[in-house]
């Protein structure tokens, strides 16, 4: 069978977050990861996060985390963020630094 690849108008549009996190000790970021996928699962329901498919993108740097998600659900992303404040019993802040729709961008 020859399948034909999507065309624009039908694939999934993402975008792609700068997170910044904020602690007095170094976190991991599939930590902070977990706290923010829970916390946004929490708000909008398992459905509704099943559709967002937020994702983690593997990021170097050891104070920011990039996060894949459907375009749809920045804002409630942005909301998951402020509710955020603890990894395993630390303080944290975490800061949408940039989003863009291509991971080159942020």
Do not use: C
């Amino acid at each position: 069978i020859n399948m034909r690849p999507l065309m624009p108008s039908l694939r999934e549009k993402k975008r792609y977050m700068r997170i910044e996190v904020i602690s007095e000790k170094p976190v991991k970021a599939t930590e902070a990861f977990e706290v923010i996928k829970t916390k946004f699962t929490s708000l909008i329901g398992s459905l509704s996060a099943a559709k967002a498919n937020l994702r983690a993108i593997p990021e170097r740097s050891g104070n920011e985390l990039i996060i894949r998600v459907h375009r749809k659900f920045v804002d409630a992303v942005r909301a998951a963020l402020s509710l955020s404040t603890e990894v395993d019993g630390q303080k944290i802040v975490f800061r949408a630094i940039k989003v863009s729709g291509s991971i080159a961008k942020v």
